[in-house]
């Protein structure tokens, strides 16, 4: 039988629980333990899709198609877990549900209420996971404990283990312990607060996983663990890594974690096997390049709007032994002070993807930008849209050329809607989503790159390049890399009088893990490297 872990957190929200939920699923996985991930979103909308990245950063996608929160980015980039519909509900899944339920005549005679019909439901999609090829199922509860909105989500891993036992359900509890600096000392009172708050509610964490900007005495360790009511041991500091996200998990080996977990859930584990962790770290602390990429975008001043962009750039760094300084630019500041200002300087630029006409002409020029001066580009989703666009105005000479999505009666569509996409009004879970095959031209940087001829990517967008300028385009140099096996999409497209210049429908983010850089990535990241070393020849710097 699967056992439970149950992971909330407290004082306040960006703590890092999906990060730290990711370490304690990979560090059971390093000794053996078969993991699911999953995670349970308070919020009222079905699912993430619909929402601007403003209020809850990247949208991010599964193989399957489903759109989900970013936590199961890391979930998929530090372990091994299957991630599926089933790995992230929401409350607006939950009650979807019950009230389907409920007209279907599920419940006839009975007044359909949070407990037990919504508690039920969500120990039902936690239950979902814990088939027989699980030995733990990680559940990250999202929000703050405190919130109006979680409740039935805790008091529903609350019966969790009443219905299943206890010795086979472990609750951690993530707390920031923080430094006042008026005072010099760290405070444990919210802490303490956060703790009374989750055994009002009748659970009593087993372990605390303590956030800090400074060490944790053992005294102020002692005084946690006696007003919490957890043995000293339990207490866990994760002090902030100002270096890397990749050594939260080796802290928390170092402090004792895993090992704690084993012992309380009585697991059956091996050693834990760090060596490929250890080699990342070392990698990344010794560099013998340093570039820099702009990745231009909408939400530029948003930090998590491209989560798995800046992730897969970093891994990209590690394959290519470079420090990468990403540097996020804002479209509409090109559309103010101009591409040249802005980009020159840069061995790389990034086009994300996106939704809505804000800052597109931006995107459009540092397209323009980066393809006359040779610098290596990479387009992602509405960035490979981006640079359609700018290839049929520029080099077609297509005036006009735009994409139907924000421009209706464009005299060039060169991007447009589907037919299929055409009669849908519905906005959630409506667009192109999930993975699906592509088949690469053999003669392209992105099959140099994959070393394969048949991929397969995750996509989420609702238009698409238009085949009747097919032609037109190939007459001028764009490469179409690859296209859906049919040959009915258009999935890649490169500029081959370029030093690199990839842009794809599709987004390879998604599929890029620490130990094992996205293909296009590292190609991209490698082609920076490369002009970087030639500018530094050229002005005479040895690299
Ligand atoms: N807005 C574009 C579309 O819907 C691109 C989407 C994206 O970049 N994810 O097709």
Not at 504 to 523: D, I, N, W
């Amino acid at each position: 039988m699967a056992k439970h872990i149950f992971v909330t957190g407290g004082v306040v929200s960006s703590l890092g629980k999906g990060l730290t939920s990711a370490s304690i699923g990979m560090l059971l996985e390093q000794r053996g333990v078969r993991v699911r991930m999953q995670k349970l979103d308070p919020y009222i909308n079905v699912d993430p899709g619909t929402m601007s990245p403003y209020q809850h950063g990247e949208v991010y996608v599964l193989d399957d198609g489903s759109e989900t929160d970013l936590d199961l980015g890391h979930y998929e980039r530090f372990t091994e877990s299957k991630l599926t519909r089933d790995s992230n509900y929401t409350t607006g899944q939950i009650y979807q549900s019950v009230i389907q339920k409920e007209r279907r005549g599920e419940f006839l005679g009975k007044t359909v209420q949070v407990i037990p019909h919504i508690t039920d439901e969500i120990k039902s999609v936690v239950h979902k996971l814990a088939d027989d090829d699980v030995d733990v199922v990680i559940t990250e509860i999202g929000g703050t404990v405190g919130d109006i909105e979680s409740q039935p989500f805790l008091e529903a891993i609350r019966q969790f283990s009443l219905d299943v036992g206890k010795q086979n359900c472990l609750y951690i509890h993530l707390t920031l312990v923080p430094y006042l600096k008026a005072a010099g000392e760290l405070k444990t009172k919210p802490t303490q607060h956060s703790v009374g708050l989750l055994r009002q509610i009748g659970i009593q964490p087993d372990i605390l996983i303590c956030r800090t900007e400074r060490e944790i005495s053992y005294g102020d360790r002692e005084k946690i663990a006696l007003f919490c009511n957890v043995p000293i041991e339990a207490v866990i500091e994760e002090k902030d890594k100002d270096f890397s996200i990749y050594e939260v998990p080796l802290s928390l080996l170092d402090h004792g974690l895993d090992e704690l977990i084993v012992e309380q859930l009585g697991l059956r584990a091996g050693k834990p096997d760090m060596e490929n962790w250890h080699n990342l770290l070392q990698r990344l602390r010794n560099p013998e390049h340093e570039i820099s990429i702009a990745v231009v975008g909408k939400y530029a001043a948003h930090r998590d709007a491209y989560k798995s962009i800046y992730e897969a750039l970093d891994h990209a760094g590690i394959s290519n032994a470079a420090q990468i300084r990403i540097q996020p630019i804002q479209s509409e500041e090109i559309e103010r002070e101009g591409a040249a200002r802005l980009l020159s300087g840069f061995d790389g630029i990034l086009v994300p993807g996106g939704f809505g006409e804000r800052g597109i002409e931006g995107k459009v020029d540092a397209i323009r930008y980066a393809r006359e001066k040779g610098i290596p580009f990479f387009g992602i989703c509405l960035g490979m849209q981006c640079a359609v666009i700018e290839f049929a105005r520029n080099v077609c000479g297509l005036t006009g050329a735009h994409s139907t999505e924000f421009e209706k009666d464009a005299t060039h569509p060169v991007i447009c809607l589907l037919d299929e996409q055409r009669t849908i009004t519905d906005k959630g879970g409506t667009m192109r989503l999930g993975s699906q095959p592509a088949t690469l031209d053999p003669e392209s940087w992105a099959a140099e790159c994959y070393e394969t001829e048949s991929i397969q990517e995750r996509h989420r967008h609702r238009y698409e390049f238009n085949n009747a300028y097919r032609q037109q385009f190939a007459a001028h140099g764009l490469r179409f890399a690859g296209t859906s096996p049919d040959d009915a999409l258009v999935e890649i497209v490169e500029v081959a009088e370029h030093p690199w210049f990839v842009a794809v429908q599709y987004h390879p983010e998604f599929k890029s893990k620490p130990t094992g850089a996205h293909p296009l990535f590292r190609g991209f990241v490698a082609a920076a490297v490369r002009r970087h070393q030639v500018k530094l020849e050229r002005t005479g710097v040895q690299p």
